[in-house]
């Protein structure tokens, strides 16, 4: 039945969501980070990126995680003479991560996996409805 197939690409939609989600969470934990030792670096910002699946056992194709990988932009610097990361020109290495763009990103994920929730529950109000016309 399609109705099981669409189930099962929400479902993936949902897993990926829920990495997406957990991936931004982490970059906002550490978006006020600093490098630990001068020259060193801080936190990098984190990204996911995802791909096509085909599942040739059910002849469906479904979403996946592709990677987790890092954001190759360059970090900030604040003036910070008195930290110990400090370099000799007294500055220090921030996180590249950007709260706002994290925020917006997890609002984004969030819409998405509400979505494939929605559809999931239209998907089993249908298989229910069938077998409400079945029995009768």
């Known amino acids: 039945m399609d109705l099981f197939k669409s189930m099962m690409i929400s479902a993936s939609g949902m897993r990926a969501q829920s990495v997406r989600m957990r991936v931004i969470s982490e970059n906002l934990a550490n978006a006020d980070s600093t490098a630990a030792t001068p020259g060193g670096d801080p936190y ?15 002849d469906v194709s479904t979403v996946e995680v ?63 409805r069938t077998i409400d016309l079945l029995k009768s």
Not at 49 to 58: E, S, W
Not at 70 to 79: A, C, S
Not at 91 to 100: A, C, E, M, Q, R
């Open 44 to 58: 990098r910002r984190k990204t996911v990126t995802f791909k096509d699946h085909l599942d040739q056992a059910n």
């Open 66 to 128: 592709g990677r987790v990988g890092v954001d190759r932009t360059p970090f900030g610097r604040e003036y910070n003479p008195g930290h110990p990361a400090a370099d000799a020109d007294g500055y220090v290495k921030t996180s590249n991560v950007n709260s706002l763009v994290e925020l917006m990103d997890m609002r984004q994920a969030q819409r998405s996996y509400e979505a494939n929730v929605t559809a999931i529950d239209t998907a089993k109000a249908m298989m229910m």
